[in-house]
């Protein structure tokens, strides 16, 4: 995504240019303003949080009656969504039946989105049982649906740690949001 003009993006001064290349991503700093301090308390669970604010301002790409889709606050690739039960659950076997239904429902669709707006070369698509599995939020089962690129851990991600993301979560969310009700009339 362009910005309007050249330098709207852009810091300009006075001063030789140099042989670097930065990058620039000023909306980390809302992270880091809003880390939580060393010893507080834990927060509760971002799943059963996340539902209860507006879709926009939780990145939920779309509402079910037991499941919704919700954007990876901290994603391994642009688009990556995951879908979370309401119901607050660590275990896949508590999963009730009607619940299993309509996640795997939404998995299928978040991919069919995924291939619609990003024309990914292959998707992810699985849980983390578990905090010893990955999982951050080990006690509130959810799956990731990751789009992936040829290339897409390149030495920024594997040597500095860093990622790099093409577009503001809240431009992803609406994208998606957009084309979730796209394709579940289809």
């Not at 309007?4 to 140099?18: L, Y």
């Not at 939580?36 to 834990?42: D, Q």
């Not at 669709?109 to 619609?116: G, R």
């Not at 503001?168 to 998606?176: E, Q, V």
């Amino acid at each position: 995504m362009q910005p309007a003009a050249a330098n709207t993006w852009t810091d300009t001064g006075v001063g030789e240019e140099d042989a670097l290349t930065r990058l620039w991503a000023p909306y980390r700093m809302g992270y880091i303003r809003n880390r939580p301090a060393a010893g507080a308390e834990k927060p509760s669970d971002p799943f059963v949080e996340a539902p209860k604010m507006s879709d926009e301002d939780a990145l939920i790409v779309a509402r079910g009656e037991l499941v919704y889709a919700i954007l990876n606050l901290y994603p391994y690739n642009a688009g990556h969504m995951m879908v979370i039960p309401y119901r607050q659950t660590a275990d896949l076997e508590d999963l009730s039946p009607e619940e299993m239904t309509e996640l795997m429902g939404f998995v299928t669709t978040a991919v069919k989105v995924l291939k619609k707006v990003s024309n990914p070369e292959g998707i992810n698509v699985g849980f983390n049982l578990g905090k010893a599995s990955g999982g951050s939020v080990g006690d509130h089962i959810h799956m990731h649906i990751v789009p992936r690129w040829s290339g897409d851990a390149n030495f920024l991600t594997i040597l500095g740690g860093t990622k790099v993301l093409p577009q503001l979560l809240r431009d992803t969310r609406a994208l998606l949001a957009e084309a979730w009700v796209e394709v579940e009339r289809a």
